[in-house]
Nanobody, 122 residues
Framework: QVQVVESGGDSVQPGGSLRLSCAVS????????MHWYRQGPGYQRVYVAQ????????VYADSVKGRFTISRDNFENTGYLQMNNLRPEDAGWYYC???????????????WGRGTQVTVSS
């Protein structure tokens, strides 16, 4: 069973930075895409960013463009979310969703981690 583990969450002041990691283990296929989502207290999970694992092409939610950068390390099977100039509205639990193309028929299976918490307050 593929395992997805987020880390790097912490408490920072507005304007601060954090780097979240999403580590993948027990991979039984090929990663095709990684997504980051945020869920604030009392809110639904919202999309933050995604990266195509093969090409490195990225897509961001408008609210984080220019402040967040998603990246990946193909060799280490780890994804990252660099968050700069954090705002109070960025606070919440951050979740990594992984899409894996799985043999023998390349069916794409999605896996979620348990999240890492980010707090932004002065």
């Amino acid at each position: 069973q593929v395992q997805v583990v987020e880390s790097g969450g912490d408490s920072v002041q507005p304007g601060g930075s954090l780097r979240l990691s999403c580590a993948v283990s027990k991979l039984d296929g090929r990663i095709t895409r990684m997504h980051w989502y945020r869920q604030g207290p009392g809110y639904q999970r919202v999309y933050v960013a995604q990266i195509d694992w093969a090409t490195g092409r990225t897509v961001y939610a408008d609210s984080v463009k220019g402040r967040f950068t998603i990246s990946r390390d193909n060799f280490e099977n780890t994804g990252y979310l660099q968050m700069n100039n954090l705002r109070p509205e960025d606070a919440g639990w951050y979740y990594c969703e992984l899409e894996v193309s799985t043999p023998p028929n390349d069916r794409v299976i999605k896996y979620w981690g348990r999240g890492t918490q980010v707090t932004v307050s002065s």
